[in-house]
């Protein structure tokens, strides 16, 4: 039988399907968000992807700031819990979930099963967000894939030290005014990031093993500049941005077991 | 008698229209003293034959007030101040504004210039209540208040009726610590429903007040055991009252059976002792306080008091509702999670502030909280 999860972020949309609960068997991802077609989008790519018909999946649950607006799913969890089930069926040794995602950060401790013993959320605010890296790569005229290149050049990381995203801006400017390097500039930026979520995850207590999730997990210079401040490794994954999804897959399918007692989809 | 849900659409009305209730005692002829939080002397200006009417702002957008205040700044004292600006207390006689942390004493000295046709009354606590020395610092302080109102409102004071007032607020105290602790085994009584009862007394006398309660006290107590699978929490904050939060609550299943609000339950947990001079006694009762982040206390018993609440309540968690920039209660918060964690007791903090448009980040907070503690 076949379990689906969706995470609707605030900028892109996921899509899992797992197999008894214990075989991924297709993701996708667009690149549009909660109030967009995005959802909608996904969930067919995964079908298509999956050669799967709708009848086919016998427990939907959606994730993701876009989770109660999806009339699809039979059931909505929130995307901490979906991203601890996720990561901790893949990665069962890590203890702390750095998640970095379009509109917030969240930071959630596991015990050795898996549950969540604390979480943090930052504030509302777009600095030490995926948001954060879209206005700043927009100011300087690069694709945000380009970051983590860039951040990799550096011989001298400015200090961006605004914690507002809109002062940080008119500081990156100044900076580019001064004659200071994009490379490091962008280093600063991911620095900058990087000790944001830092000091949420201090908040928390940090406990090995270290896994980072969401979008901005896929951003080496963050990732990087992360674990510098931390003082310890950094995991992801190419499902990093797809834990959300996982998760939600995971928890359809618990609760198609609860619901059926393991009986059949057929 | 009224039924069960006339009394709560009733507490609803009250808490829902301050405007209305400060028009009604208006018109009645009698004078009304706002009360600014936390711990404001209600019973003397009661006992002067006006109505004290608490004064914990609204959530509305602070635009005139920011001339005054930095933007981190409590929003609580931000929206007080708006609303004064507003002329939202117009027709009040005073202004009680106690000084119990460092924002109120800015709110104080901004309301001389930015209301100056509402007087304001200082009310000046002692950090160290407790001994003889500051139960009379107390004391002198509450004269320095009577002396304001009787020159500012024409009322006069005796000690025999703050003997009044004082037992009036008693029984007030007694009823609000009896419904919440009713309310315990009322599932059916939602976050919002609770928070109405416990509001609506900042706006009407307490003599009224206290009726509607025993009423609705004798009410519950009549009904049958009702089935309960709600999870039960227990909330700890300075202000709880947003109905948006307050419905993500009830819309995950969960049930506030006790708190540690400053809004709602703290204010009820100590009366007035009963012999000796009612002015003396009041200022004991103040030195009586306790668990709470503005009350001096060197070994913050607070934090094993809402485990303890916790405890005999059966609450699955806490939820802190953490009023942004509030420093008293930020400081508090390591030593409050420090607890809940050595006493296995789950907890989640959500902060809040009065200009909150948007609480889906709350809702997830809260949605996550309640997975954690149904697993």
């Known amino acids: 039988m076949y379990t689906l999860g969706i995470d609707i972020g605030s900028t892109t949309s996921k899509c899992v399907i797992l197999e008894d609960g214990s075989k991924i068997i297709a993701k996708s991802l667009v690149q549009a968000g909660t109030g967009t077609d995005g959802p909608e989008r996904a969930y067919n790519e995964i079908l298509d992807a999956s050669k799967l018909k709708k009848e086919d999946i016998a427990h939907i649950v959606a994730t993701g700031y876009g989770r109660a607006i999806y009339t699809s799913a039979n059931a909505d969890m929130s995307e901490l819990s979906c991203h601890a089930k996720g990561v901790h069926f893949l990665f069962p040794d890590v203890r702390t979930i750095i998640d970095i995602g379009g509109q917030d950060a969240k930071v959630i401790r596991l015990n050795q099963q898996g549950i969540i013993d604390s979480f943090l959320m930052n504030d509302k605010c777009a600095a030490g967000t995926g948001r954060f890296l879209d206005v700043m790569a927009n100011i300087l005229q690069i694709s945000i894939n380009e970051l983590e290149v860039y951040a990799s050049k550096a011989d001298n990381p400015v200090k961006i030290s605004s914690t507002c995203t809109v002062f940080a801006e008119s500081e990156v400017i100044s900076q580019l005014a001064k004659g200071v390097t994009i490379e490091n500039v962008v280093a600063g930026i991911c620095e900058s990031v990087a000790s944001r979520v830092a000091a949420l995850a201090k908040r928390n207590r940090v406990e090995e093993k270290v896994y980072m999730s969401g979008g901005v997990a896929q951003n080496a210079g963050v990732r990087n500049a992360l674990a510098k401040e931390l003082g310890t490794e950094i995991l992801f994954s190419e499902y990093s941005q797809y834990m959300g999804a996982l998760g939600a897959a995971i928890a359809a399918y618990e609760k198609w077991r609860k619901e059926t007692g393991g009986k059949d989809h057929e | 008698m009224a039924t069960v849900q006339q009394l709560l659409e009733k507490f609803h009305e009250v808490a829902s229209s301050p405007q209305k209730q400060k028009e009604y005692y208006l018109k009645e002829g009698k004078k009304v003293v706002a009360c600014v939080p936390i711990y404001t002397p209600e019973e003397i200006i009661h006992s ?215 809004h709602e339950s703290r204010q009820y947990r100590v009366d007035v002792p009963v012999d000796g001079a009612p002015l003396d006694n009041l200022a004991k009762k103040f030195s009586a306080m306790d668990h709470c982040s503005v009350l001096y206390d060197v070994d913050k018993k607070r934090a094993d008091y809402i485990v303890n609440l916790a405890k005999q309540y059966n609450a699955k968690g806490v939820i802190v509702i953490l009023t942004k920039f509030c420093d008293p209660e930020e400081y508090d918060y390591p030593i409050l999670k420090g607890a809940f964690d050595k006493a296995n007791l789950p907890s989640t903090l959500i902060e809040v502030d009065r200009q909150m448009v948007n609480y889906e980040q709350a809702k997830t907070n809260i949605q996550t909280f309640r997975e954690v503690l149904e697993y």
């Open chain 2, 48 to 262: 002067m034959g006006m109505i004290p009417m608490g004064t914990w702002g609204a959530d509305v957008e602070v635009k005139e007030a920011k001339r005054y205040f930095p933007a981190f700044i409590c929003s609580i004292m931000q929206s007080v101040l708006e609303l004064g600006i507003n002329g939202k207390y117009k027709g009040v006689s005073a202004i009680v504004i106690p000084y119990l942390c460092d924002s109120l004493m800015g709110l104080g000295e901004n309301w001389k210039m930015a209301v100056p046709d509402i007087p304001f009354i200082p009310m000046q606590y002692p950090q160290n209540r407790k001994p003889e020395y500051g139960i009379e610092f107390t004391k002198q302080a509450y004269l320095r208040v009577i002396r304001d109102l009787e020159n500012i409102t024409g009322a006069k004071f005796s000690e025999d009726n703050l003997k009044k007032s004082c037992d009036i607020y008693n029984a007030h105290n007694k009823a609000m610590r009896e419904i919440s602790s009713i309310l315990a085994n009322h599932p059916e009584i939602s976050a919002v429903n609770r928070k109405d009862i416990f509001k609506s007394a900042y706006f009407m006398e307490k003599e009224e007040h206290t009726r509607l309660v025993n009423e609705l006290i004798a009410l519950l107590k009549a009904q049958p055991k009702q089935d309960n699978n709600k999870i039960k929490i227990v909330t700890s904050g300075i202000l709880a009252d947003s109905e948006n939060l307050l419905k993500i609550i009830d819309d995950n299943n969960m049930q506030i059976v006790a708190d540690d609000v400053a």
